[in-house]
């Protein structure tokens, strides 16, 4: 049973086109992030959610537009897609108030040509 | 600001011997210390943790770390490393009371036969 599953796994599309990345977390977790991981292996925070309701949102262009329909589930939708979006999307829960660690899924690679 | 460095970009050991990656952080209080490992084309896992008490922590895979308030760091170390071992490795720091988790560039650790 994955903990926290990602789909896909794998995106390539176009300049311009736009495209959603699904995560769920079954852990009962109540905060859920998107992380964004670039070719040098940097990881930037880009939002957050807790409890369905958004805490953090770092200076992402606005054609990032994250939903959390409840609290198992976080997408990340993506207009207008462009080179520079192009790197590896990892979702992550947590916990607060407990162990407050990170579980990640596995990653989504977007590759945009 | 809070921040976390990772001095060593890439590491290389040979198998058995042992292994120190370091790690150092900015931050106001103690924050919470993560160390996490990230093998390639996979999510990242959870080696250890820090949040209070004992300052040498033990984590998975024989991994352990010591928190240093007065150095401002929390370097991970195992005695004898395997081949699995090879991976890229991120520090971490955790706001106390809030979402916001910060991690270092990542050291890449390469382990010779």
């Known amino acids: 049973d994955t903990a926290v599953s990602q789909t896909p796994k794998y995106l390539v599309t176009q300049m311009g086109n736009d495209k959603s990345i699904k995560c769920e977390q079954n852990?009962?977790?109540?905060?859920m992030y998107w992380y964004k991981q670039d070719s040098k292996k940097f990881l930037k925070i880009m939002f957050s959610?807790?409890?369905?309701?958004?805490?953090i949102n770092e200076t992402v262009p606005n054609r990032f537009s994250p939903k959390s329909p409840d609290k198992a589930h976080l997408n990340l939708h993506i207009n207008s897609l462009e080179l520079g979006d192009s790197a590896v999307y990892f979702c992550a829960s947590s916990l607060q108030g407990r162990t407050g660690e990170l579980f990640f899924g596995e990653g989504s690679r977007l590759t945009v040509l | 600001a809070q921040s976390v460095t990772q001095p060593d970009i890439h590491i290389t050991v040979s198998e058995g011997a042992s292994l120190e990656l370091r790690c150092n952080y900015s931050?106001?209080?103690?924050?919470?210390l993560f160390w996490y490992v990230q093998s390639p084309g996979q999510g990242l896992q959870l080696l250890l943790k820090?949040?209070?008490?004992?300052?040498l922590v033990q984590g998975i895979k024989g991994f352990e770390a010591e928190f240093k308030r007065s150095q401002s760091s929390f370097n991970l170390r195992k005695p004898s490393v395997h081949w699995s071992d090879a991976a890229e490795y991120f520090c971490?720091?955790?706001?106390?009371?809030?979402?916001?988790?910060?991690f270092g560039t990542g050291t890449r650790l390469k382990v010779l036969a």
């Open positions: 931050y106001g209080a103690t924050p919470y």
């Open positions: 820090y949040f209070s008490g004992d300052t």
């Open positions: 959610y807790n409890n369905k309701e958004l805490i």
């Open positions: 852990l009962g977790h109540d905060t």
């Open positions: 971490a720091v955790g706001e106390r009371g809030t979402y916001k988790y910060i």
